[in-house]
T-cell receptor, first 110, second 113 residues
């Protein structure tokens, strides 16, 4: 059974204080690793897809990296508007079953 | 380009009742997946529809059922509602199965009393 574990559960940063979120996964036949951002009471917003170990993608202050067992979401010089829950998910199987982690709740303090 | 839309936004039902939630997929997407998200948890996969057929299912009982229409919009039906069915129900569409990123709608908040 596919499993996704995210750490830490919650993270509080000062504005400008860079950090990383971790996503560890076990999956049979990775079809893609996805990062989403979710604001309270809203649907997840797509950020990145990573397909193979060594791949990196960037968007503004966010950078996602992938190894064979885990992915990191690096946040450089975060701003208060980056406060949200960040979800990691893996896709597997022919029909793309997607398994989500429980998320990291990020709070950036001005 | 129109994003994923869901209706209704909020819904309150009584235990034992039935509910239908609706989703319109993003333009050009032929695959719709449904998820249940309890408070403080990640979304849990319910099932996926591809070209009007169920294409995969998570660990949810048969009282959770769905449909996909020729325009790729979709419905989620839940019979015999239980208190534990209270959650945010999310619909996501994608351009296909297998490795395609999914784009989510805003969700329907279902409360069962």
């Amino acid at each position: 059974e596919d499993q996704v574990t995210q750490s830490p559960e919650a993270l509080r940063l000062q504005e400008g204080e860079s950090s990383s979120l971790n996503c560890s996964y076990t999956v049979s036949g990775l079809r893609g690793l996805f990062w989403y951002r979710q604001d309270p009471g809203k649907g997840p917003e797509f950020l990145f897809t990573l397909y193979s170990a060594g791949e990196e993608k960037e968007k503004e202050r966010l950078k996602a990296t992938l190894t064979k067992k885990e992915s990191f979401l690096h946040i450089t010089a975060p701003k208060p508007e980056d406060s949200a829950t960040y979800l990691c998910a893996v896709g597997s199987g022919g029909y793309q079953k997607v398994t989500f982690g429980t998320g990291t709740k990020l709070q950036v303090i001005p | 380009e129109t994003g994923v839309t869901q209706s209704p936004t909020h819904l309150i039902k009584t235990r034992g009742q039935q509910v239908t939630l609706r989703c319109s997929s993003q333009s050009g997407h032929n695959t719709v997946s449904w998820y249940q998200q309890a408070l403080g948890q990640g979304p849990q996969f319910i099932f996926q529809y591809y070209r009007e057929e169920e294409n995969g299912r998570g660990n949810f009982p048969p009282r959770f059922s769905g449909l996909q229409f020729p325009n790729y919009s979709s419905e989620l039906n839940v019979n015999a509602l239980e208190l534990d069915d209270s959650a945010l129900y999310l619909c996501a569409s994608s351009a296909g199965t297998g490795g395609y990123e999914q784009y989510f709608g805003p969700g329907t908040r279902l409360t069962v009393t």
